[in-house]
């Protein structure tokens, strides 16, 4: 494989010295960029999107294009698994994803079975794909939903507001769910070995729902299964370290036990002072986040004050990449993201010394 011209991302992802704090964006590739909306409708779908090798290597390259951030991410969808496991994932327009069988009756929940990896090659394919055209310009992200939050379109059918029908199945009938989760583990450790196989240079596990948990369900039902995923991970490919980074969104509360699965990286959503986190859990891992996303709609001159205090928290030293506390809006304005990736870039250097 070509050798890495930018390896700050991974290098700040293993504490180690860098010149300044990375910076890459959660949803970087989407809505916000006409040239997305563009290639989407020559796809004539998001799923034609995902499907195709070609059209998600244009598109996990589009951002870079524009921006000079620091990592890739694979252009995919969290629900491709499911997909893969048979219960028929389709996008409504303006309703977002849904699955054609949801899993509500007991026999089709004991019937499920991990995913077929075979019918995921396409996600493996854009993987190499990228990783040729990248060609070493930045290291590439393969990315998974995590058992719970899979757990909770499959059980819901969709997005959802309040989860009733998975949290009923957690309080009622918890060995369904579980196993549910232990399907989804099976299939999501293999999935992101494959990533890692085919060119993935760091993995997140997305654990979108897990904050909508329970204290003590939390534990049980989402963060047992991500310790084990992250156990069953190959973490060395190309002869470096292939970090593992997990994100529960809403999960500040739960930062010192996410902190003791082995993770490499815990993601912070924009409600937890990542000076705090760094103050309760920096010893043991690197922290990513956590600008809030809706904070782009305002001018360039207050994005650029929100940096300076988010980076004035973190303080001095590696282990921080900079990165939003979830997924970018498709209403945000291109030169507002660009603002921002200009002034982590330009206002983190004094906060890193000469590596």
């Not at 739960?254 to 010893?283: M, P, Y």
């Not at 001159?301 to 990165?323: D, K, M, P, T």
Request: hydrophobic share 45%; aromatic share 10%; proline share 5%.
């Amino acid at each position: 494989m070509t050798q890495l011209k930018n390896d700050t991302f991974l290098r700040a992802l293993l504490k180690e010295p860098v010149e300044y704090t990375p910076i890459w964006m959660m949803r970087q590739a989407g809505r916000y960029l006409p040239e997305y909306r563009a290639t989407r409708a020559r796809a004539g779908s998001f799923m034609g999107l995902c499907t195709s090798p070609d059209y998600a290597t244009e598109v996990t390259l589009q951002p870079l294009d524009r921006f000079p951030l620091d990592a890739a991410i694979l252009f995919s969808d969290i629900l491709t698994v499911p997909d893969a496991m048979g219960l028929g994932l389709y996008f409504a327009e303006g309703e977002g994803p849904k699955f054609q069988r949801p899993l509500r009756d007991e026999a089709a929940i004991r019937a499920l079975e991990p995913a077929d990896m075979g019918k995921l090659q396409y996600v493996f394919d854009a993987v190499s794909s990228i990783r040729k055209e990248l060609d070493g310009r930045v290291p590439l992200i393969g990315f998974s939903g995590s058992p719970f939050t899979l757990a909770c379109y499959m059980v819901e059918g969709g997005g959802s507001d309040d989860f009733r029908h998975v949290k009923a199945m957690l309080y009622s009938r918890p060995e369904l769910l579980h196993h549910i989760l232990e399907a989804n583990t099976q299939s999501v450790i293999a999935y992101l070995n494959a990533q890692i196989d085919a060119g993935a240079q760091a993995v997140q596990i997305f654990d979108t729902w897990g904050g909508a948990l329970s204290h003590a369900a939390y534990r049980e039902f989402s963060l047992a299964y991500m310790q084990r995923i992250v156990a069953g991970l190959k973490r060395e490919a190309d002869g470096r370290k292939v970090p593992v980074i997990v994100f529960t969104k809403g999960g500040g509360q739960w930062l010192e036990d996410i902190a003791a699965i082995g993770a490499d990286c815990v993601g912070l959503d924009w409600t937890t002072d990542i000076g705090q986190a760094r103050a309760r859990v920096g010893a043991k891992v690197a922290l990513q986040g956590n600008f809030d996303p809706n904070a782009l709609f305002a001018e360039p001159a207050a994005i650029e004050r929100e940096v300076a205090r988010i980076l004035a928290s973190y303080g001095q030293g590696s282990g921080h990449v900079f990165n939003l506390g979830h997924g970018i809006s498709q209403f945000a304005d291109p030169a507002h993201a660009g603002a921002l990736v200009d002034a982590v870039h330009r206002l983190s250097r004094g906060y890193h010394g000469a590596a």
